[in-house]
């Protein structure tokens, strides 16, 4: 590990002027490129104390032995050269999408005598007209095979070309009218030329003309008579229709842009774009990148635009391009993609209309394919051996911990306060094994802390000891390790029964126990299991920021490198965590919210309170009704009856219902059509939940 310090050029040395930078290594292998404004005052970042540094910048500079500097004249050559670099050098630190070869692409000729309509891949080449990238290549053939009925441009081979030409006699295209068959003259070089011209046009989103013209003829044809041709351009048109139809206008102000979206987290970044053209959405592709390097939206945005138009000039590069945030700054940026166009170019962020409801879609997809990456990531078995494994080795554990257990606390500024247990045995979730939690603020009859407020150590603390003191008393009843099953909470089982039949209920241990939090949450789990005499269960902490490992009574954690699997998996499992405790927690409190005092009432289902507040009307006149009267109710007996009047008479009344927009109250005698499902009249205009922020 190389000190900064000693290779850290002299004051003065840099200068303050735009240009792009590297990072070498003792091998002089370049190891980061970048950009800046100011190579001085960006180098200086470098080459402070490393504790201020993040974690991924702090290895990259501890990596590093040299650092060298190339001065530019405008931010736009440094972003030129960067790029250049980066695609020369592929430094090991820097983002790189992994480029867009695998994407087919429609592809026409037009360099060639007699051009031909193909599907390709890889770089592109001079004198190639393309449009995309598509999907998958079967999208390509659907659509050149409707299309060619109307445009019979040429399709096959140089050598099929050839032979045809040899023998005088076409393809089988030629002979079913899917190509006008210019190996054999039927068509002279210029006329196929026209032809492929309009068939590019078309694929540019210049339709509505081929299709009046069609139409005008298909009239022409029947007004004299000629209803064979009429039918022939009657389907021809179908033909366009319907390949048109597979890319449906999406901006009805048929504009010319390209659409980015980012999905991430603390480790990775999935990009989106989407090529609308003529207003229609011509192709889609995406790439995944591992987050090598500290980097924001924008930075990750440049990045993209620096790919995507690279080594694209004239209308490759759009009028538009929308973005879900502007590089910082965004200018230079702007002037290098107006530069390869050979016109003005806006990137810009889209507020509101049909292009915010399409990027709304890209950003759908880019999450999308972010999560269909971890899965597949996830489902690898060697992937997730190697993963395990260096948890093990990071955490110092005997042997890889094959059951994982991660605890998380969610509330919403103190109130509802729940957590969440989610299982992970062999790297893979355990559903049926989750478990959630309402927080009491006592560990068995012990009364430790008032329940409310945001305390989610003391929240950790009696969480882990509630599972905990569970998995003692399983163990003792027992006397050995047994297989767990499934509690309740409408998640099942299939594990081992008790005596009466019962799953058991957390009976196993696990090998490494995860807790959403830093330094404090660590130490009140460890101090948990400390208190239990439990001393063979590995604990950790998973911290949001910066994504550090803590360790109990270790000052300073445990940096996994960024592309570690092992870092991935804790990852996934706090994420997890999180996401089932944030849904617990919002159920939670979508139940208060609904409340109303008949749901105090043992015994009394939903039905039947809807049958009540039907018969009624409402709660008002509910609880002024006699126990005889409540009786007259299908399904309501005696008992049940005087539960309810019992009930209601200790419930305080309900304040009267308010219209905010005029201050009127709103009369309870109203039909029962203004009661929620719990019998509470609604209050117009007042907010369905409470504003905060949830943790």
């Given at each position: ?334 002037e290098w993609l107006t530069g390869r166009r050979g016109s003005n170019v806006s990137l810009r962020i889209p507020q509101r209309g049909d292009k ?340």
């Amino acid at each position: 590990m190389a000190d900064p310090s000693s290779y850290r050029p002299k004051p003065g040395q840099i200068p303050d002027s735009p240009g792009v930078y590297r990072f070498r290594d003792e091998h002089r292998r370049v190891i980061y490129v970048g950009k800046a404004k100011s190579l001085r005052q960006r180098l200086a970042n470098y080459f402070q104390d490393l504790a201020n540094l993040h974690p991924r910048t702090r290895t990259m500079v501890t990596t590093a032995t040299s650092v060298e500097w190339t001065v530019v004249s405008t931010e736009v050559e440094a972003l030129q050269l960067e790029y250049s670099w980066i695609k020369e050098y592929d430094p090991r630190f820097n983002v790189k999408y992994r480029d867009d070869k695998s994407y087919p692409y429609l592809a026409v000729t037009m360099n060639e005598e007699f051009p031909r309509v193909q599907v390709m891949r890889g770089h592109k080449k001079k004198g190639v007209r393309y449009f995309g990238p598509y999907g998958h290549a079967w999208a390509i053939r659907d659509t050149v095979d409707l299309l060619l009925r109307v445009f019979p441009v040429r399709t096959c081979s140089a050598g099929v070309f050839k032979n045809a030409g040899r023998t005088g006699r076409p393809c089988l295209l030629g002979y079913i009218g899917k190509c006008s068959a210019p190996c054999v003259e039927r068509i002279s070089a210029e006329e196929h030329r026209e032809l492929a011209e309009e068939f590019c046009d078309f694929m540019a989103g210049r339709t509505g003309t081929y299709l009046r013209r069609l139409e005008k003829q298909m009239m022409e044809a029947a007004e004299e008579m000629e209803y064979e041709r009429a039918a022939r351009l009657r389907d021809d048109i179908e033909a366009l229709k319907k390949a048109m139809e597979k890319n449906a206008v999406v901006l009805a102000d048929a504009t010319d842009a390209d659409l980015v979206a980012v999905a991430e987290d603390e480790l990775e970044a999935a990009v989106q774009i989407f090529h609308v053209r003529g207003g229609r959405v011509r192709g889609q592709r995406g790439w995944v990148t591992d987050k090598v390097e500290e980097i924001t939206t924008a930075a990750l945005v440049e990045h993209a635009l620096q790919q995507l138009y690279g080594e694209e000039t004239g209308d490759a590069v759009p009028k538009e391009v929308l973005v879900p945030a502007l590089p910082d700054p965004v200018e230079p940026v702007q002037e290098w993609l107006t530069g390869r166009r050979g016109s003005n170019v806006s990137l810009r962020i889209p507020q509101r209309g049909d292009k915010r409801a399409l990027m709304e879609t890209v950003e759908r997809n880019a999450q999308q394919a972010l999560a269909l990456h971890k899965t597949k990531r996830a489902s690898d078995l060697t992937t997730r051996s190697r993963a395990l494994e260096e948890i093990a080795d990071a955490l110092g554990l005997d042997s890889a911990p094959l059951r994982i257990e991660c605890y998380d606390i969610s509330h919403l500024q103190g109130d509802d306060v729940v957590a969440s247990m989610v299982v992970f045995e062999d790297g893979l979730q355990r559903k049926s094994e989750y478990r959630r939690f309402q927080i009491k603020g006592r560990v068995g009859d012990t009364q430790i802390w008032h329940g409310e407020g945001q305390d989610d150590v003391r929240s950790m603390h009696e969480v882990i000891s509630r599972r905990f003191r569970r998995y003692l008393v399983e163990k003792e009843r027992t006397g050995e390790w047994v297989e767990d099953g499934a509690e309740g909470d409408g998640l099942g089982g299939n594990g081992l029964k008790d005596d009466d039949g019962r799953p058991k209920k957390f009976a196993y241990p696990p090998q490494l126990v995860v807790v959403d939090g830093g330094q404090p949450q660590v130490a009140a789990a460890k101090r948990a299991l400390d208190e239990l005499g439990i001393d063979d269960i590995a604990v950790c902490g998973l911290a949001k920021r910066l994504e550090e490992v803590w360790l109990p009574h270790d000052d300073d954690p445990v940096v996994l490198p960024r592309t570690s699997e092992g870092l991935y998996l804790l990852q996934r499992v706090r994420d997890e965590a999180h996401r089932f405790a944030i849904t617990y927690q919002r159920t939670k409190r979508a139940k208060r919210f609904r409340a109303g005092p008949l749901d105090d009432v043992p015994g009394l289902g939903e039905t039947r309170k809807q049958t009540l507040i039907k018969h009624f009307g409402s709660v008002k006149k509910l609880r002024s009704a006699t126990i005889e009267q409540i009786q007259e109710v299908p399904g309501i007996g005696r008992k049940t009856a005087e539960t309810i009047a019992a009930a209601l008479a200790q419930a305080a009344p309900a304040a009267p219902a308010v219209n905010t927009a005029t201050g009127e109250i709103i009369d309870d005698e109203e039909p029962a059509a203004t009661a929620d499902s719990s019998g509470e009249p609604v209050t117009a205009g007042a907010p369905d939940e409470r504003r905060g922020q949830e943790t």
